[in-house]
Every structure is written in structure tokens, then in C-alpha cells.
């Protein structure tokens, strides 16, 4: 399980929140996500990801990758 708010404390442990810090967050999940997923490992990302520029970004490096909204 990939928190996303425990991986911004430690990337970025005074946020800013701006466009530019989010899109780095987003891309090092979805790197940490692709990494282990090379390995074998299931992944969960517990994100809001509300921007569908991060979930591509994600789907062709995760293996078997699918989404979930509310």
C-alpha cells in the first residue's frame, strides 16, 4: 500500500500543495508503483488523483493497473 499523504511527508515534508510539487508526487507513486509491480508485488495507491493526467501516467507502467473513483 502506497499512501500518498506518508510519501509527501517524506518527499516533501513542508508542502506547498502547487501544481508543480503535486505532479512530482504523483510521479514518483507511480514509479515506486511500477517498481514493484516489476518485481511481483501487488500495489495499491491510496491517492485522490483527480487529475486523469496522473492515472496515464501510471496505467502503461503498472502492470495490470486499474482505477477506482467515487
Known sequence: ????????????????YSDLERDVVYRALAYMAARLTEVGRPVIIGATAHRRAW?????PSVARFAGAQR
Open 1 to 16: 500500500m502506497l499512501e500518498l499523504d506518508e510519501i509527501r511527508k517524506i518527499l516533501t515534508p513542508s508542502p506547498t
Open 55 to 59: 492515472r496515464r501516467l501510471a496505467r
